[in-house]
């Protein structure tokens, strides 16, 4: 099964929490209260996501977090990769692999495809889009002229 992990869900949160009041420097502990999260869970996603170059960090009598850029400019991909590292479904689609059976397997490349095919969708959703800012275009099968059967292809997909 493909799945985030509960970290990057959070994470989201956080980064929808900050995406909120762009205009408003917030701190850790204001995040943890509005999200519900616990301090020690969203002062480590903070330090992820400054550290990825999501969000930015002021000290101080007025510090806090902010967002580095709007948050129609952050994808759910740069979520992922902050908090879970790359995208890669299989040890071959990875950057780095160390597949001992990578040349002799004849299913790696269709992974890879895959794989890219997921990283784009990932990157055409924003982190607006992903916190209810700006709407996610509606897929219509029909219209697409893929997936015919059955009760999905005859569905509308909302909000992904």
Not at 33 to 52: C, E, F, I, N, W
Not at 150 to 159: E, K, L, V, Y
Request: aromatic share 4%; proline share 3%.
């Amino acid at each position: 099964m493909l799945r985030i992990s509960k970290l990057t869900d959070y994470g989201t949160m956080v980064l929808a929490c900050l995406a909120a009041r762009p205009d408003l420097r917030q701190t850790a502990t204001a995040v943890a209260d509005h999200t519900r999260l616990g301090l020690p869970t969203v002062s480590k996603l903070l330090k992820s996501l400054h550290r990825a170059g999501l969000v930015t960090s002021t000290r101080g009598a007025h510090g806090g977090y902010q967002l580095a850029r709007a948050a129609t400019r952050i994808t759910a991909a740069d979520i992922i990769d902050a908090i879970e590292g790359p995208v890669a479904i299989t040890e071959c689609s990875g950057d780095h692999s160390t597949c001992d059976l990578e040349r002799v397997c004849s299913t790696g490349s269709a992974w890879q495809h895959v794989n890219t095919a997921i990283r784009r969708s990932l990157e055409q959703i924003s982190l607006a889009q992903l916190s209810g800012q700006e709407a996610v275009a509606t897929w219509r099968p029909e219209l697409a002229g893929a997936l015919r059967t059955g009760p999905i292809g005859r569905g509308t997909f909302g909000r992904l």
